[in-house]
Every structure is written in structure tokens, then in C-alpha cells.
């Protein structure tokens, strides 16, 4: 009867554990613990997803902008591959270079005593420093217009 009601214990663990994870910790404590700087994502993350697979999905109350060592823009729902060091696949956020909105890919943190992060933007690489990162920015959604990118409707902020 005892290895009956084990057996019954651990199916429902297991069963836990492949349940996404969403508001059981901060996304900012999700990010420290793979070895990535809270400060990745804005401070009014809404909500969260973590899915075994390792999609990692964040939404916020709506677009908003920030700066970091450029402006960043986070559209209301960004996507990425979670896994230790690194997003990657990274989708709904941009950042400006040279007045053009690109589209970030990854980011990865390969050495943390190197104190660097790189933040693939497609056209280039950027290696910051993590200090950068440590907390999590405010965002601002103030000022927000909609641009025309490729025939989509995409939100950008105006930063004042």
C-alpha cells in the first residue's frame, strides 16, 4: 500500500513539474537563477510564462520604451528561448543603432566574471557591460505611436 501512495506522490510531482511556471517567482529571480542579469526586462512585467521546453513568455500592460546604453523597445509580449547564459530567438524587442529600430535576436552571457553580455541585433554584435543590467529599468509607454514596418502595425515609442 506504502509503494502505491509513493508511486501516486511522485506521478503528481512530475505531473507539477512539467506545468508551465508563472508567478511562482519574479521573472527578474528566473533570470538570476540562469545566470542572466534581472535586469533584462522591465520592471512592469505583468505576468510570465516558463514552459519545460524552455519558452520563456513575458507579458507586459502594453509597449514601452527604455534605455539602456541605446533606447530599447518592448513590444506587449516577448518571446525567447530560455536556457542557462542565454535567451535566444529573441521575439518583441528592438533596439535603436544609428536611428534604426533593430530587431534583438539573442542574448547571451557566456563567461559571468567577464562581466560582459552579448546582444546579437542581426547586423551586429554588442558585448555591454552586465552592469547595465543589474536592475530592472523602468519603461515608459508615454508617447506611443504606431509605425508601419513591412506592412505590420508595430508600436514604437517617441522618447521625450
Known sequence: MAFIRNHHSLIIFLLFLSL???HSSSIHDLLKS????AGLLPK????????GDGLLEVFLDGPCLTKFDTMAFYESEVRANLTYGSLTGV????????FLW???????????SSGLILIDIGLAHKQ???????DPPDCSAKSVVLKVDAGEDKAFAAWR
Open 128 to 134: 555591454l557591460s552586465l552592469s547595465l543590467f543589474e
Open 102 to 112: 533593430l530587431p534583438v535576436k539573442d542574448i547571451i552571457v557566456d563567461d559571468p
Open 34 to 37: 540562469m545566470g542572466l542579469p
Open 44 to 51: 512592469e512585467v505583468k505576468s510570465f510564462t516558463f514552459s
Open 20 to 22: 508551465p511556471l508563472s
Open 91 to 98: 521575439e518583441g524587442l528592438s533596439q535603436e543603432e544609428l
